[in-house]
């Protein structure tokens, strides 16, 4: 019996399991960690010919120093777009979270303000709040980047902080959005200083007014299934405070 492969099937999944092993441990990506971490139905060499043909498509890359793969910034965004697996928050991590945002609130800060310190809390990245109602600018949990093994360059971290002193940042939070929810990753930011970050921006208008911008700014190597869901959930909570 003549065995029909489903070669762009195939190319699909090695590509979403080696972005997925990457985020979870930050390594280069051999062929045989994924085996020994996935049932995959192929050989060690099948991957690896299949790691050739996404380089040669530009999804993955390698260093020098390894011959493991690790996701581009387009790989990255075909994974967001058409590879991630779509979650929803549990009851239990809604209901979380909503308390810890009514705890904040009882501080009165501004709702914006407050999601920006409840989302850094929960993910280990940078809150960052545009509150447009106080023309303010808001950042929670800066010292969160230097538990991610990519900023452990201080030139790197410098960077950063450029970005943020020229606001370059500001900029980028304040550009009209197509989605309510939006993801930039690496030079998709348009900024030099970030070329190693991902910002996730989430528009907490309603329509009423323009209330302003919750973002979690990390590295690409962010746990975006996990991310996206919290921000938006975090947004509706905001908007709720004005209705």
């Not at 062929?31 to 139905?41: I, Q, T």
């Not at 009882?106 to 809390?121: F, Y």
């Not at 929810?181 to 309603?206: H, K, Q, R, T, Y």
């Not at 302003?212 to 190597?221: Q, S």
Request: glycine share 4%; proline share 3%; with cysteine.
């Amino acid at each position: 019996m003549v065995r029909i492969v489903d070669y762009d099937s195939r190319r699909k999944e090695i590509l979403r399991k080696t972005i997925e092993y990457y985020l979870e441990t930050a390594e280069p990506v051999s062929s045989e960690a994924l085996l020994e971490n996935y049932k995959l139905d192929v050989s060690s060499a099948t991957i690896r010919s299949v790691f050739k043909d996404l380089e040669d498509r530009g999804y993955l890359t390698h260093t020098h120093t390894s011959s493991g793969r690790i996701p581009t910034d387009l790989g990255y965004r075909f994974y967001i777009d058409d590879l991630m697996l779509k979650m929803d928050l549990s009851k239990e991590e809604k209901s979380t979270l909503k308390k810890f945002f009514n705890s904040y609130m009882q501080m009165k800060r501004s709702a914006l303000e407050n999601a920006g310190r409840v989302i850094s809390n929960f993910t280990h990245y940078v809150g960052i709040v545009n509150d447009e109602d106080q023309h303010r600018i808001y950042y929670s949990g800066w010292s969160h980047l230097l538990e991610q093994p990519e900023f452990k360059n201080i030139q790197t971290i410098h960077s950063i902080f450029q970005a943020l002193e020229e606001d370059r940042l500001l900029d980028l939070m304040n550009r009209d959005m197509d989605y309510p929810l939006e993801v930039f990753v690496g030079e998709e930011c348009d900024c030099p200083g970030m070329s190693d970050c991902a910002l996730i921006i989430s528009d907490c208008s309603n329509k009423k007014k323009k209330l302003g911008k919750l973002a979690v700014l990390g590295p690409k190597r962010m746990a975006y299934h996990r991310v996206m869901p919290m921000v938006d959930y975090l947004s509706e909570l905001i908007i709720g405070e004005f209705e």
